[in-house]
């Protein structure tokens, strides 16, 4: 049994720490059953290569093929929250304080909650 927090990406490509629900997977050697609250990206697009016959070929295939795309998601909003901090540092550097302000709560508040959902999930991304 495996147990993941994922993320559900707005329309606008940001994936927020509120919007992330959770993943049960149910392996065995001839089966895997995933059951979540709502579609995720990584299982809609693993269910997508499955239909069109290049999926993965066993269920330990299946799982290292979720992590992977559930890992480049998860790179991919890491990424974007960077690019905000360097924004804030950048703001900061030319004494714009007032401007920084409300975007460095909105980063820090993003931060928190992506440390919160992803951080129990390490021992799996690093097996």
């Known amino acids: 049994m495996v147990l993941l927090k994922a993320m559900r990406l707005r329309a606008d490509g940001v994936g927020h720490p509120e919007d992330m629900v959770s993943m049960r997977i149910w392996i065995d050697e001839g089966r895997v059953i995933t059951t979540r609250e709502e579609d995720v990206d990584p ?6 290569d499955i239909s069109q016959g290049r999926g993965p070929a066993t269920p330990g295939d ?4 979720l992590i992977e795309v559930h890992l480049a998601e998860a790179s991919e909003q890491v990424e974007k929250l960077e690019d905000g901090v360097d924004l804030i540092s950048n703001m900061l550097v030319h004494h714009q304080t007032e401007a920084a302000c409300p975007s460095m709560a909105n980063t820090q508040t993003a931060i928190s909650g992506f440390l919160r959902h992803l951080g129990p999930q390490r021992a799996v991304f690093q097996s």
């Open 62 to 65: 299946f799982l290292c093929d």
């Open 43 to 48: 299982i809609l697009e693993l269910a997508e």
